[in-house]
């Protein structure tokens, strides 16, 4: 059991040593690196792809994949804005307005997550398919509310709406202040939680799920649920930074936060899934640019091709371990 | 059908000296095993005495840490099974190896494809797919695809694409542990005639009425050494399970006082429906009472089953929980109702293989532990004590559930099921692939349970499991309940003639 105990653990700590790597190199490389400033802004940055890799983390443990956050949370930016523009002409309390247009997104995210979930489970659609599909949707549905162009939040609510991105509480950023409070949320919901498990035993095996009195569909769709939410969380604290949304706000970050999910250890074909790795994964993410940012040595062009080694080695490393522990 | 073989016969395949060790545990010690040309060498032990290690060795799948293997004399050693299988050694798995998604052509033919030029010869596999089949008296369509198929017919596309690679040396893990009686025969007879065509079988099986039927020579292992290999008409059975356990097995199956006259009715199931699988069924299940199931494969036992519980939808019919009417739903409210059901399908759908122990035992009961959040100290200890009551022999609670023996997975399912408290409890093919020694156990706990006040129903196509342990045996015949029988009626005879509907009472003479 002890021997056990060690690898399982070796494995929980693999995502953090390459963490500590990273930061070693980057500030071998640049003194700037371990300023709080730097610091703090790698934390703002992972922000947004880690809340959104929260829920990927539950929606992969539980053996699904959502393709359509990305798209979802450029969705959610958009009508946010509207609808708070849109309240300007019932109300001049620009508190108020901030406030229903936050809540409209939440409900927002959560009625989407919901929908993916209700067609991959009732329409009995693998989660690859209705996500490509509901990607296509968001996207396209952004672009026709924008016309093309850019959703822009009037300045009177941008300017009450701005602190939620860019003030502080003790120094600490509130993007990060509510990443750590999703992933702590995450955490305890995952592992202390009889529905924590039971999102794990439904990748696992459904059928065993299903034999162990576990109603498989209603895990799956609560799991794009939080995914939903979490996507809604992200893109409450992403509208005050620019106050605007086109076609291109959130591209790729669906790629990104299953990147984020896999380097952190959670396995792809669900079963197994780990919030404190996810985190870890997206800070990794972060970090490659932040680091190529500082140095000449490597083009920071080639953002992406290091992301996609580093995706690919930690994957191997895994595999390895698995191999060693099977 | 056993005849003696001719002593002198040079073996075809044989281990000398075999030791394989894993790390620091040692699984074979010394070895000596061999099969001689027209033979079935039944292989015997419990769970865990080495039997797959060792044949795992003679096929190739495995090298031995010391000792060697030889092929008609000549020491052999094979890097891959591909290896061995050109050498005509042949090994089906206890667990199919079969590509589910393609058809049954395909699968027998997988890796040897009949070719013309470059494209494949469809037709002529088809043709030759369908012969072999025929040989095994399975009505198969070649062109069906294997999920499709019922567990025995996998089983004869195993042996069917077997005997497609000209074997001179087969060997079968369990072969009839899914296939029912008439199936089983079938199954001999064909083995019957490679014996004549001079083909050396190892033969492993739990069912020792089946070995003293079948084998020619007998070699038992236990913790991993040859305890004696004999003459298989020189020993019994009791023989052969007290040289397998190592100790006496007192009465095989336990005593079980019969319920009593007025004893309440937990379950009344009256003229059940369910897809095309269940067309009628009823019955009735008393507090304190076993009530077996037997039928053939496809019988419609295990839907019927799933139906009551809450896991497929029922058409027609009424189930009655101590007296009051129900319709589960779910095997949540199958749970609230204090009725458990354990699948027979353990690795698929009973374990969650590659979680630990823990895991595995506090699923179905987790809500206990969990206020909202899981107490993990409380469900170590609940684990700890059910793994004490169920006999659970694991190296830890860290360990994966499969790395357990069946035996093992069987208690730690029933260790995960009884966590729920169930008064009723149904339980499909409670020894499938498991040890004597196991076996006992569990019979032991159903008595338990009935002494507790309990009732269970055990589906079985195990019919000596059956007559031992129930009290009523209820027979079903394509998808119809067509006999209760009790007393001396709980006969083999009269639960087949039931079973293959050759009776009044079956609608139809098969």
Redesign the interface.
Known sequence: ?TL??MK?DLKAVGPLAALIVLMVLGTAINDAFLSFGNLTNILTRSAFIGIIAVGATFVISSGGIDLSVGSMAAFIAGAMIIVMNLLLGVTDQLLVIVVCGVAFGAVLGLVAGWLNGILITRGGIEAFIVTLGTMGVYRSLVTYLADGGTLSLNFDVRSVYRPVYYDNLLGLPYPVLILALTAIVGY?VLN???YG??V??VG??E?????????TDRVKVIAFMIQGVCVALATIVYVPRLGSASSTTGLLWELEAIAAVIIGGTLLKG??GRIGGTIAGALILTLIGNILNLTDAISNYLNGAVQGVIIIAAVLLQRGMGRQQG | MASDPIAQDAPLLAARRITKSYGAVEVLHDVDFDVRPGEVHALLGENGAGKSTLVKILSGFVQPTTGSVLLGGQPVSFAQMREAEDAGIVLIHQDFNLAELRSVEENIFLGREITKGPFTDRTAMQARARELLDRLNCAVAVTARVRDLPVADKQMIEIAKATSRNASVLILDEPTAVLTKQETDTLFALLGRLKAAGVGIVYISHKLAEVELIADRITVLRDGEVIATVPAHSISQDDMARMMVGRELTDFYPHIAAPAEDAEVLLQVSELASGPEVLEASFALRRGEVLGFAGLQGAGRTALMEAIVG?RPVSRGRVELRGRPVSLR???E??AAKLA?L?K?RK????????DLV?NF???A??K??T???D?RRERAAFHRAAKRFDLRA?????KASSLSGGNQQKLLLA?VLEIEPEIIIIDEPTRGIDVGAKAQIYGFIANLIAQGCAVIVLSSELLELIGLSHRVAVMHAGRLTAILEGAAINEEEIMRHASGLTAAGASAA
Do not use: E, W
């Not at chain 2, 190296?395 to 360990?399: C, E, I, L, R, V």
């Open positions: 059991m056990q105990g399982i305890v202390n939680t009889a498990r039971h794990q035993s696992a095996s059928d065993v799920a299903r034999y162990s009195a576990i109603n079963g197994y | 896991l779910s095997l949540t199958a749970k059901y699948t399908d698929g759908k009973g374990l969650l293989l590659g979680s895991r506090s699923l179905l987790l809500d532990f969990a909202p959040f899981i993990k190296a830890g609670p860290a360990m995960k």
